[in-house]
């Protein structure tokens, strides 16, 4: 089996590509998904310390934080829907009037 | 064989009472009008407190440790529930005129309490995520709540860092799970003791990564920016609920996990103080440079956000001492400044500075009131937030943070220059008609601004009828849990 | 009758008239003024008579921390023949010139104020010639120089300023303002001598550990001091002494303190007040004693200064302007003598100076009061067919200070003429000159007013009435006599004068024989006579109207001018300077106050409202901090 | 470790098409690719059961609601013009590189606590039993906790869709006249 | 006794709120005059010892008070001032309840930092009173006072927070059970870390001293400040830098004061003399009386600074009774203003028509300037005496300002009160009903202690030696 630094190497990987999909995508829904991206890694990092512990309770974990991301995708989402009601858009550089 | 672990009531009684008005303002929404839902809540409020009164040096346990109702979490949870109270209570002059006074707002706020306490009372870091994103969902609902582009600005920029800032919580989280193999405080503050090299890199990584989560939650620069626009697009009362409640939940979570959990793990206090002094300079700085008056607080909260941290630095005992007293002071003295611009403003985006100019001839009462808590925040005596200042200085000098200390008060210097600019324009007679809203004065919100206004100055006169509480060191010794 | 009575009763008076002034209508406020310096007199007298070997010492109420020996610093007083003199003097000639001015200030509108402020110096003479310590001296020190600085700037706004008339208006502001700035100037002048007694007495209090001078007579023998501390501490009193005394170089204050009414230049500005400083360098003999070379500085000041005087007042044509300047020159010539350890003499020639220049200023006031304000010389010339009485005492005056035997000058004259002999020729020369020079002004002054014809505006210039011609009579009679009080012996005198103040201070006497004696009492005679013919032969080709030296005598040898270009524009310059400076040190600050300061901007910059740059800082921190803690663990550096 | 390069790489490939495709339809997939590796990911780290529900919920449920939202505001079509933010693109650049690699240090010096061997073995596959039971004996209030946060979830998702109406709180002016609500919130759209 | 002193006008000020508009001078009025009385009462019973109360036990925080020696002086001059200030503004301001309260709450700030004898209960009083004077300039202030405001507070805290830090750090290090200065005093700081606490309690005293260069929001703070001066005169008694140097800074850092004892020194005499130098420019009476007060701190911390017996008595005593003549100037500027609309130095000629201001004027000037009589001289001259034991050349510096002194003061009065009115200027009346007991009160004080100063240097001269014993000092 492949050690568990592999695992966390990958999902290191993993939430910096995500991070960059925060930074560099303009719509909302887009970013979002990056920041889905960045949840699994944490998973996937979660999973194989799981192994290496040989602990269930972290496996349990992830299986909770997988609800976290579902209510968290709920509420986004409708934000993101209340919003494009009101200005057809989804381009959150559009959403700049506070600032300073 | 599947065994249910032991599930005391008393424990977790405090958190179910304030769920139950959560439902009820959820169900009963479609038969009550939404005031008296309010006031149940406040009596329900009332109960939580009282049962957690009960709990006092009861040490009890639930859930085999997930959650633990210790003096600590009844000092903090107490000061939530006293921060959910005067917002519930301005809310209920002020909702209407913000267009938000329907039952699905005291839903979300109840709710939102709930997750405060869990993290309160948490005893392990799933509770702790659980109660921290529940309070989160449920803040960034009160944002965008308001029919208006400031509040879904506002509340989109909420939610996307608030995501972005759990996923770094958590990625945090499952580091510490991998160096310590354990997630509840007692396991992780055990093993972080006697840990391998290797790992205890691990373990510093994961403790960054909370750092910075949290740093978020908290608003610590730079993690600090959604804190202003967000502050200053929502509806003011929410503001309040913000700046205070969930401010204060934040700390209590900091002070389970890094003054618990990562007690003596190494590597995150020297960041934290550098974060701190970045938080000091670039609230106090940018608050001189705000006209809005609204704007200014939230700028403020993050500057007191760095000298809350700075309570982190100390020792536990008297760090969390210090962050316990300033974390009430800080709640009474905020809570009615924002109930004050609540009342008064015309618009939703708050009032300018300049509108203040006079105040003091047309609303006397709320004037005074005003200036009193922004001389406490500015922390001057005899009002309480000087004794804040003056734990939060004590505690960090006493880790041995004399340069931290020294920049802090030159820092409040400047603080001083923001809050003294409003404070003296309302006793500056002018000419020009009033700028703030006439009819502004009503019984729960004067009562509020009464409450933090008399809480404050007496806190400051006699700080002991908090601080004697707060002072124990044992308190603090087992925030991890035993 | 204890001591403290003498400056009491004219402080009751200055209290009474400036609290009270409507309790005194008419002249009585002048009455009850010259009552109590009368008052004062008779104490004075009384104590003179009673007067024994040993000097009399009486200590009020403590008052000054730690400034005796191990002690508080107590008010007290001191009686010795010196002060006892000086009290004679003050409350003397004090009386007569208030008498004097009941009549020359009658139609005055503020005329109970005027005796109140000449109460109040009174007072305050005596506290300082009587004072036991130099902290109490000085604070009759400051006392005379406030009184002289209220009385010089009297009218402060000019006579009639209350007047309808535009230009009599005028003419009166710029009266005002040449008044007050003589007053301000005077003080000022002051205050940089009284520094220098200040730290002469921190010096002796460094040096000796009090401030009592009966304690200082005490211990300076026996006390083991550098010398070079006790030249310092001499040399600061000198300082003090200068600025008092209007020696040079600070001077110029004393002409212009002209601009008081006459008794006050009569009284403060010839006969007590300017003499301070000779009396505070009499007081302190024991320590000049031990300071050859600060006493050779006093004699050297002082005869300058009599030069300078003389020279000055040569080509003056104010006829106050031209006794001030002689008041210059012979206080010169009391410095040179206490300069010399000649202290009987000077303060012999301090006494018959107030005689006699006191008696020529009243004289000079009743002309002025004659001729309505009148002062310029070349506007009077025979008053003496107006006014005999006045002509004759003033006559008595000029021939007491142009030394002509007999008259009280002579004798005061050529004692210190003779002690300069005896120390340094170029000392006497010096002054021999100047006695020449007096002479000659003084015979200028004499023939300009009372001699030729008539040259004045007004019609009939009428004589002095009683009040003013009782004063003027005894002054001319002491100013006559006064001399001999202290005969030489080879004039077959007994040296009356030397003797009694020498109870007091020790006597130098010095050796000269008689035959020199003769020599230098003729030569003196000699310059006088001499001076008095020339100005004689003068003003018989009428060219006497403008005197030697021309511009640069009138001009006081421009020192008014080197003084404001060498000090006075700088400093103003400074301040302004300073000023700028100081306000704009906190021009940040301010900005703040106004909201306008540049780092502000830089965070509003940075939030600029884009959510994606919020993220940029959020996760850039996360990953600096993270970075961070990567590199140290590579590093392996500790945590 | 076949598994694990062949999985890691797909869920690489999948992860950098989520963050570059310009069609958001096509990221979308993307992350579904990511997710459905990760699964495989997890059932080669002998969590079955997560496997099978990341498949489910995540891959399945989510996915499905984010095309669904992408389909509803016509979000696929990528921005154009110009950036706002400056330098975005390269601190982003930047950032990753310095979190990838720090996570890759931090990574590579951990050690295993115990032998994988051992450690998988203990999990019991991860199968829903053993899962499940821990769920419900030391992970009883987080599970309960985590019912509120769906009805927290659900309530805000309605309320934030459908605005209900404000109700008045009966405050009046001087003439008792009703007091409007403040100025700049716009007056309530008829809703859907 | 004592407490009921200090927190009496405290008390008034509260009640002052409540009473109806036509009775509120009367009570003002009898709240200060019955403090003063109070005050007068312990001067008689000899001073109040010190009390003492746990406060805050958890930090060691005592309620500890004493009126005695140097203190009692400045209290009692406290006093009596603000029941002057109170007389004057109820007769000057029109509708005054707002100012006399405010005037009422300073004064029990003010005695509450005389009578402290804790660190920290020090402090709350230092802050204390400083609200009231901020909210007075900010009611009653002139156009530009936001900018006043800013630097005075600004000011104020930055030393004062420093000061805080060293509180806390003189406790810590010291390892004092309380901040109470007795316990603290037991329990010394040494070594280098003593000289950085000072530095950090000197960093506030400099600035209420005030001493160049922490000195710029002294003359701001009066020149906006109400026409009245009633504000000003608080503000003089709020400069309690010297008294805090000598109560708390000589006895907690005697070492350290010892050591920078050249510069301070240095320092003390620059400002002497630089604000003498620049109050000579100044054109606004306000301003210019700002500096010469300036420069009497100048005068006051050389004293201190000297750590000479008899300079820091004579330092006390300057202290305490330049507030009597410099605050009646003020008042004085305040008649001034009332009757001809400015306080431009160069109006002219108004003693031509109202005399007893002139020449009460001119009085309290010649003490400001310390003419010998009048209480000023006694304090200067003996900081000078005292001073030139030590550092001869800074007192001759020092000395140097009272020439500058003599300059300003009768320039400005001058040109204000002496030469010619202007034609057409309004015409001036002169001092009436309370007037005269507001300059005469003050004015008599300073001449009586002036001339007989043992009662005062009876309180002074023991506590002075006291401390200076506790140091071992020259």
């Known amino acids: 089996m492949a050690p568990t630094a592999y695992y966390i190497a990958l999902s290191g990987l993993l939430f910096a590509i995500g991070m960059i999909g925060v930074l560099t995508r303009r719509t909302a829904i887009m970013i979002f998904l990056s920041v889905e991206l960045m949840l699994n890694a944490a998973n996937l990092a979660l999973v194989a310390f799981a192994r290496a512990w040989g602990d269930l309770t972290a496996q349990t974990a992830v299986f909770i934080v997988m609800t976290l991301a579902a209510a968290e995708v709920a509420i986004g989402l409708a934000i993101i829907v209340a919003i494009f009601r009101k200005r057809e858009t989804t381009n959150v550089d559009d959403l700049a009037t506070l600032k300073g | 064989m599947l065994t249910v672990p032991e599930v005391h009531l008393a424990p977790m009684l405090p958190i179910l009472i304030v769920l139950a008005g959560a439902l009820a303002s959820t169900v009963l929404g479609f038969f009550l009008p939404r005031r008296a839902l309010t006031v149940i809540n406040l009596v329900l409020l009332a109960l939580s407190g009282v049962s957690m009164g009960t709990l006092w040096n009861s040490g009890a346990a639930a859930f085999g440790g997930a959650l633990q109702a210790d003096n600590a979490a009844v000092l903090l949870g107490l000061t939530i529930l006293l921060g959910s109270a005067m917002t519930l209570l301005v809310s209920l002059d002020t909702a209407f005129r913000a267009r938000v006074s329907f039952p699905e707002f005291d839903a979300m706020l109840m709710y939102a309490v709930t997750g405060t306490l869990l993290i309160a009372f948490s005893g392990d870091l ?357 | 009758m204890p001591l403290y009575l003498l400056p009491l009763f004219p402080l009751i008076g200055f209290a009474l008239l400036i609290l009270f002034p409507r309790l005194f209508p008419g002249r009585s406020a002048g009455w009850l003024g010259s009552f109590t310096v009368l008052a004062s007199f008779v104490v004075a007298v009384l104590r003179y008579l009673g007067q024994t070997e040993t000097p009399a010492h009486e200590v009020l109420w403590t008052w000054l921390p730690n400034m005796a020996l191990n002690a508080n610093l107590a008010v007290g007083f001191y009686l010795d023949q010196l002060s006892a003199l000086m009290a004679l003097i003050i409350t003397g000639v004090g009386f007569l010139i208030h008498v004097y001015s009941i009549s020359y200030m009658g139609h005055d509108p503020k005329f109970v104020r005027f005796f109140a402020f000449m109460n109040f110096f009174v007072g305050m003479m005596l506290i300082l010639v009587l004072a036991d310590s130099y902290p109490l001296m000085f604070v009759g020190w400051e006392g005379v120089g406030t009184a002289s600085y209220l009385l010089i700037g009297f009218w402060f706004s000019g006579r009639n300023s209350e007047a309808p008339d535009r230009k009599l208006r005028e003419a009166s502001d710029r009266e005002g303002v040449a008044n007050s700035n003589a007053a301000r100037k005077a003080f000022i002048m002051n205050r940089i001598g009284d520094l220098g007694f200040m730290l002469g007495m921190f010096l002796l209090y460094k040096l000796y550990g009090t401030l009592s001078i009966p304690e200082l007579a005490g211990r300076v023998a026996g006390a083991q001091v550098a010398q070079a501390g006790i030249e310092l501490a001499c040399l600061f009193l000198l300082v003090g002494a200068v600025g008092k005394s209007g020696q040079l170089p600070l001077t110029t204050w004393l002409p212009d303190a002209m601009a008081g009414p006459t008794p006050v230049s009569a009284l403060i500005h010839a ?205 001319a009679a002491l100013a006559t006599l006064g001399g001999f009080l202290n005969v030489p012996s080879f004039l077959g005198g007994n040296h009356a004068f030397d003797t009694y103040l020498g109870r007091a201070i020790p006597l130098h006497p010095h050796e000269i024989s008689a035959s020199t004696e003769w020599l230098l009492t003729v030569l003196a005679v000699v310059a006088g006579v001499g001076g008095l013919l020339w100005a004689w032969a003068e003003h018989r080709r009428r060219r006497l109207a403008d005197g030697p030296l021309g511009q640069v005598s009138s001009n006081a040898l421009y020192l008014d001018r080197v003084y404001g270009s060498l000090f006075g524009i700088p400093s103003r310059a400074i301040a302004e300077g300073l000023d700028v400076v100081d306000r704009s040190v906190d021009g940040t600050l301010g900005g703040i106050a106004r909201n306008s300061v540049a780092p502000g901007g830089l965070f509003t910059r940075w939030q600029s409202g884009f959510v994606r740059a919020y993220a940029v800082s959020m996760l850039l921190g996360t990953a600096l901090i993270i970075g961070y803690w990567a590199l140290k663990t590579i590093g392996g550096g500790g945590w | 470790m076949i598994a694990f390069i062949v999985l890691g790489a797909l869920a690489l490939v999948g992860a950098v098409i989520t963050v570059a495709a310009r069609n958001a339809v096509h990221a979308a997939l993307g992350l579904v690719g990511t997710l459905l590796s990760v699964a495989g990911l997890f059932a080669s780290l002998s969590a079955a059961f997560l496997a099978a529900t990341q498949v489910i919920v995540y891959a399945g449920a989510i996915m499905v609601l984010f095309l669904f939202v992408i389909m509803l505001l016509n979000a696929n079509q990528p921005i154009s013009g110009r950036d706002p933010v400056p330098f975005v693109r390269e601190l982003a650049g930047i950032g990753g590189v310095l979190l990838a690699g720090a996570f890759a240090v931090l990574a590579f010096t951990y050690r295993d606590p115990r032998p994988l061997a051992e450690g998988a073995a203990a999990l019991q596959g991860g199968n829903a039993a053993p899962v499940g039971e821990v769920l419900l004996t030391r992970f009883l209030l987080p599970f309960e906790a985590v019912s509120i946060l769906l009805l927290v979830a659900i309530v805000g998702a309605i309320a934030l869709v459908q605005r209900p109406a404000a109700q008045p709180d009966g405050l009046t002016d001087a003439e008792g006249a009703a007091l409007p609500t403040s100025p700049d919130l716009q007056p309530e759209r008829g809703r859907a | 006794m004592i407490h009921l002193m200090i927190f009496l006008p405290l008390l008034g000020s509260l009640l002052l709120l409540a009473t109806p508009k036509r009775w509120r001078e009367e009570v003002a009025g009898f709240f200060a005059a019955l403090t003063l009385g109070l005050g007068l009462l312990i001067w008689r019973g000899g001073g109040a010892e010190l009390f003492s109360v746990n406060w805050v036990p958890a930090l060691g925080i005592t309620y500890s008070v004493a009126l005695t020696g140097v203190s009692l002086a400045l209290a009692l001059v406290t006093a009596l001032m603000s029941f002057i200030a109170v007389l004057y503004a109820a007769r000057r301001v029109s509708n005054p309840g707002t100012m006399l309260s405010l005037v009422l709450a300073m004064e029990t700030g003010l005695l509450g930092i005389f009578a402290a004898r804790d660190l920290v209960l020090f402090y709350v009083f230092f802050e204390d009173a400083l609200l009231p004077a901020l909210l007075m300039l900010a009611i009653y202030g002139k156009p530009n006072r936001m900018r006043a405001l800013v630097k005075f507070a600004a000011y104020t805290l930055f030393g004062s927070l420093l000061m805080l830090l060293s509180i806390i750090g003189v406790r810590y290090y010291g390892g004092s059970p309380t901040f109470a200065l007795v316990d603290l005093v037991q329990h010394p700081v040494r070594g280098v870390t003593q000289t950085w606490l000072y530095l950090g309690f000197l960093a506030a005293m400099a600035v209420k001293l005030p001493l160049w260069p922490l000195h710029a929001w002294l003359p701001d703070f009066h020149e906006q400040n109400h026409d009245s001066g009633v504000p000003d005169v608080m503000g003089t008694l709020y400069k309690v830098g010297g008294y805090g140097l000598f109560q708390f800074g000589l006895p907690l850092f005697p070492d350290a004061s010892l050591e920078l004892r050249p510069v301070l020194m240095s320092l003390a005499a620059f400002t002497a003399l630089y604000a003498a130098w620049i109050a000579f420019q100044q054109t606004d009476w306000k301003r210019l009386i700002a500096y010469a007060g300036l420069s009497h701190m100048g005068f006051v911390a050389l004293g201190v600074f000297s750590l000479n017996e008899t300079a820091t008595i004579g330092a006390m005593y300057l202290l305490a009774f330049q507030n009597v003549y410099t605050g009646a100037l003020f008042l004085a500027v305040g008649m001034l203003q009332e009757r001809v609309g400015s306080v431009h130095t160069r109006v002219g000629g108004v003693m031509t028509q109202a005399g007893a201001l002139g020449g009460m004027t001119l009085t309290l000037w010649l003490a400001s300037i310390a003419v010998p009589g009048l209480a000023g001289f006694i304090g200067e001259f003996s900081v000078l005496l005292g001073a030139y034991q030590v550092q001869p050349w800074l007192a001759f510096v020092a000395g140097l300002s009272s020439i500058a002194a003599a300059a300003y003061a009768l320039t400005a009065f001058q040109t204000t009160f002496w030469q010619g009115r202007p034609l057409g200027a309004v015409r001036v009346w002169d001092l009436q009903h309370t007037e005269w007991l507001v300059l005469g009160l003050p004015l008599a004080v300073a001449l009586f202690f002036g001339v007989y100063s043992a009662p005062a240097l009876n309180l002074i001269q023991p506590a002075v030696r006291g401390v200076l014993a506790g140091l071992g000092g020259s």
């Open chain 2, 126 to 482: 799933i509770t702790l995520l659980i109660g921290l994103e529940i309070m989160s969902l449920s803040s960034y609902v009160l944002a965008t709540l308001q029919d208006s582009r400031p509040a879904e600005e506002a509340g989109l920029k909420y939610f996307l860092l608030g995501a972005v800032g759990s996923a770094i919580l958590i990625y945090g989280i499952a580091l510490v799970y991998g160096a310590t193999g354990s997630l509840n405080y007692v396991g992780i503050a055990e093993r972080a003791a006697g840990l391998s090299p290797q790992n205890l890199t691990i373990l510093v990584g994961g403790a960054l990564l909370l750092l910075a989560g949290f740093g978020f939650k908290v608003a610590l620069a730079p993690f600090h920016q959604w804190t202003p626009d967000v502050y200053s697009g929502a509806p003011t009362s929410v503001s309040l609920f913000l700046s205070t409640v969930v401010k204060v939940a934040a700390f209590a979570g900091m002070l389970r996990v890094f003054g618990g959990a990562l007690q003596n793990a190494p590597g995150w206090a020297p960041v934290l103080q550098i974060l701190i002094a970045v938080t000091l300079i670039v609230g106090n700085a940018a608050s001189l440079f705000q006209t809005n008056f609204k704007r200014m607080l939230a700028y403020s909260a993050v500057a007191h956000t760095g000298f809350l941290a700075l309570a982190l630095l100390g020792t536990p005992g008297l760090g969390g001492a210090a962050m316990a007293y300033y974390l009430l002071v800080y709640t009474l003295m905020t809570a009615a400044a924002f109930a004050i611009v609540a009342a008064l403003q015309r618009s939703e985006k708050g009032m300018e500075i300049s509108d203040l100019r006079g105040l003091y001839f047309r609303h006397p009462g709320y004037a005074v009131a005003l200036a009193v808590c922004l001389a406490s925040l500015a922390g001057l005596p005899p009002f309480a937030g000087f004794f804040g200042k003056y734990l939060v200085f004590q505690a960090a000098l006493q880790g041995g943070y004399v340069w931290l200390s020294v920049l802090a008060a030159l820092a409040s210097v400047a603080a001083l220059v923001y809050y003294l600019r409003p404070a003296m324009l309302m006793f500056m007679p002018d000419r020009t008609p009033a700028r703030e809203y006439a009819y502004g004065e009503r019984p729960a919100t004067t009562f509020t601004v009464a409450l933090g206004v008399i809480g404050v100055t007496v806190l400051g006169i006699l700080p002991n009828l908090w601080y004697g509480w707060v002072a124990n060191p044992a308190i603090w010794g087992t925030l991890a849990g035993r």
């Open chain 3, 271 to 475: 006969a007590t007040m300017v003499t301070a400083g000779v009396y505070l360098i009499a007081r302190s003999h024991f320590l000049y004693d031990l300071a050859p070379n600060a006493s050779m500085w006093v004699a050297w000041v002082g005869a300058l200064t009599a030069l300078y005087g003389a020279l000055s007042a040569l080509n003056q044509h104010d006829i106050k302007k031209i006794l001030a300047y002689s008041t210059v020159s012979q206080l010169g010539y009391m410095f040179l003598a206490v300069g010399l350890h000649a202290y009987s003499a000077g303060v012999f020639h301090l006494l018959t100076h107030a005689f006699f220049k006191a008696l020529l200023f009243l004289s000079a006031g009743a002309v002025i009061h004659a001729l309505h304000e009148e002062q310029d010389v070349r506007a009077m010339g025979g008053m003496r067919k107006f006014m005999p009485f006045t002509h004759l005492a003033a006559l008595m005056g000029v021939l007491a200070i142009a030394g002509i035997p007999i008259w009280s000058g002579f004798f005061s004259k050529d004692a210190i003429l003779a002690a300069a002999f005896t120390a340094d020729p170029i000392l006497y020369v010096v002054g021999l000159g100047v006695a020449l020079l007096t002479a000659f002004y003084m015979g200028r002054w004499y023939f300009l007013v009372w001699r030729g014809e008539y040259r004045g505006h007004v019609a009939h210039p009428h004589e002095a009435d009683g009040l003013m011609q009782v004063p003027l009579g005894i002054l």
